[in-house]
């Protein structure tokens, strides 16, 4: 092998293995949740008062529980009302938003800032204050899993179970509490 050979083989044998790095660490970037709240403008509340009766979240290993929370709007008022009744479908499906959107930013609380350190939205359960007769539970509560799997990716698509209650707690219309695996 010539020395000009050599030298190409040895070039190719570092820029090749760089080269990879630099377009996962790309695809890593790109596919960033922080990244993906920025692009769509999204802004996280300020995470919601402790309580002092139980924890916003508890983490065990690489999991986190967050507590339920209900939908707090960005002026601080609460969406109340009986889906149903008070509250249509498309109307409790933005208060679910509203509810994944305290849910990330107590997250992004427990894992010290920084959403990157989820890798995976295990499980959701969504309870909607709903009337008797109200089916679209799913629907409703597609506001805050639409959201994850937004922020996440697939990442965020997650087991969940949606179940509609005859009420919940100070008449919120919908109450969300989800774990969460992180690195």
């Keep these: 092998m010539t020395r000009q050979n050599r030298r190409s083989v040895l070039a190719a044998g570092v820029a090749l293995p760089l080269l990879t790095l630099v377009r996962s660490a790309a695809r890593a ?3 960033s949740p922080e990244r993906r709240l920025r692009e769509r ?3 996280l509340p300020e ?3 402790p309580n002092p009766n139980y924890a916003p979240f508890v983490r065990t290993g690489n999991l986190i529980f967050v507590s339920g929370m209900g939908p707090t709007r960005p002026d601080g008022s609460v969406a109340t009302g009986k889906v149903g009744r008070d509250v249509t479908r498309e109307e409790a499906y933005q208060h679910a938003r509203l509810t994944g959107l305290a849910i990330l930013a107590v997250l992004r609380g427990a894992v010290g800032g920084d959403l990157d350190r989820v890798t995976r939205v295990v499980k959701v359960l969504g309870m909607v ?3 008797p007769d109200f089916t679209d539970h799913g629907k409703v509560v ?3 899993t639409d959201l994850f799997i ?3 990716g697939e990442a965020g698509r997650a ?3 949606s179940v509609g209650m ?3 707690p100070s008449n919120i219309s919908v109450e969300v509490e989800a774990a969460f695996e992180v690195s």
Excluded: D, H, K, Y
């Design 41 to 43: 403008g999204i802004v």
């Design 47 to 49: 995470p919601p008062s």
């Design 129 to 131: 204050n709903a009337t």
């Design 166 to 168: 005859i009420s919940l």
């Design 159 to 161: 087991a969940r179970s």
């Design 29 to 31: 970037e790109a596919s």
């Design 150 to 152: 937004e922020v996440f």
């Design 142 to 144: 597609n506001g805050c």
